[in-house]
């Protein structure tokens, strides 16, 4: 299956979009009050491993 330019730019923007989600539902969590979230050092490592490699795979799919 050929996917045109289109498609590949839409599949791109839902990678970052993905990212940033990620970053705000994980990486974000580990900096507020212990009282507010509960984001163990664990789920910030994945999150953030995570929210990069959408990110990266947004970026190479740009190019």
Partial sequence: MQWNSN???????????LSKVIVISTVIGFFLPI????????????GAVSAFVCLFISIKLLK
Avoid: H
Avoid at 7 to 17: E, G
């Fill in 7 to 17: 498609q590949i730019d839409i599949l791109a923007k839902y990678f970052a979009d």
């Fill in 35 to 46: 009282g507010a979230a509960l984001v163990t050092a664990q789920t910030f490592i994945i």
